[in-house]
């Protein structure tokens, strides 16, 4: 029934947002609030267990990717940059908005996860440029913009106005974190990376 409840919640989010009431989730699904309330305490309660999901679901795809054995450095380090969780329609910048400002406890949740979980990302350009797929970085450095520019393209004061999806922002982001902005013709306009081999660690 929990997992039933959290999908209904789902659907009213993206339908009305935060401003759902337990009396919308009960008429939704045909059920007395009463049966709510036996699985979950508050409104607040079922949207803290939906992030909590979602954060989880990125944790584990993470962990998937890195794990599989069949992927190159450079394809898992694109996957987890593009992994978009699926379970908060965090491809609504009406909802993601509404959490900044309505339930900043969530949305902390949702920050500490574009902030700090970076972990993985690390050991994959270490083994990356240890191994010659990826030219000599200064991985600290790499981090910091990866992590900033997620962080920008989920703020949804840019969700807000932006044509593109969160998806196709992403892809966007990942193209040029990846690849660089630099057509293949004109890399000779670009010279080389400034960085040398001791800045690596």
């Known amino acids: 029934m929990k997992d039933k409840l959290q999908q209904a919640a789902l659907a009213l989010l993206t339908q009305k947002g935060l401003k759902f009431t337990m009396g919308d989730l009960a008429a939704y699904l045909g059920i007395s609030k009463r049966t709510i309330y036996e699985h979950f305490a508050s409104k607040e309660e079922i949207i803290s267990s939906i992030v909590d999901d979602a954060v989880e679901e990125v944790l584990q795809t993470q962990r998937r990717i890195y794990e599989d054995e069949d992927w190159s450095i450079v394809r898992k380090i694109k996957a987890i ?3 978009v969780p699926s379970g908060l329609r965090l491809v609504d910048a009406r909802l993601l908005e509404e959490m900044k400002r309505y339930a900043p406890q969530e949305w902390r949740k949702i920050d500490s996860l574009l902030q700090e979980e970076w972990g993985t990302v690390e050991i994959l350009l270490h083994q990356g440029i240890e191994s010659g797929e990826l030219r000599p970085v200064h991985v600290p450095t790499v981090i910091e913009c990866m992590r900033g520019a997620t962080f920008a393209i989920y ?15 992403v892809e966007s982001m990942v193209d040029m974190l990846m690849h660089g902005i630099v057509s293949p013709t004109n890399e000779d306009e670009v010279g080389s990376s400034p960085f040398g081999k001791e800045l690596i660690e």
Not at 155 to 169: E, G
């Open 155 to 169: 703020n949804p004061d840019f969700l807000m106005n932006t044509t593109v999806s969160l998806t196709s922002a």
């Open 81 to 83: 940059l593009s992994i």
